[in-house]
């Protein structure tokens, strides 16, 4: 009876010990984070971005850049990310859209598509950033 007792204990104690392991391992990865946020100005074409440990604070940033570099008060921030790739593209037109990505390419490729669903022409990518 008593090592009927002893065996559930070890098996409480084992399964108690992998779930504090998984909320241990999840805070861990939440504190790995990291948010980027490109801002832009279409009357002065500045653009900018801003990293951070939260969104808001990426946001902050990137506005506060662009803000400071273009003396512009259309600053925007079409586009956060976290802990990947962001890209903005820009048009022959003036058009804009960003894209972000687990990689590089993939956020280029969307930001590109993106100015031209706005009905960008000539759309190239002008600024990639990221956030790792």
Not at 47 to 62: E, F
């Amino acid at each position: 009876m008593q090592k009927n007792y002893l065996q559930k204990g070890i098996v409480a104690a084992v399964a108690a010990f992998s779930l504090l392991s998984g909320i241990t391992q999840s805070a861990n990865a939440q504190s790995r984070n990291v948010y980027g946020a490109i801002s832009y100005s279409p009357s002065t074409q500045v653009y900018s971005s801003g990293i951070a440990r939260t969104k808001q604070g990426a946001i902050n940033a990137a506005l506060s850049n662009c803000r400071s570099e273009s003396e512009a008060q259309d600053c925007t921030v079409p586009l956060w990310f976290r802990n990947a790739w962001g890209a903005l593209a820009v048009g022959s037109d003036g058009s804009y859209g960003t894209g972000w990505g687990t990689d590089q390419g993939l956020a280029e490729k969307f930001a590109v598509s993106t100015c031209q669903r706005y009905g960008g022409q000539n759309c190239q990518v002008i600024f990639v950033r990221q956030a790792r």
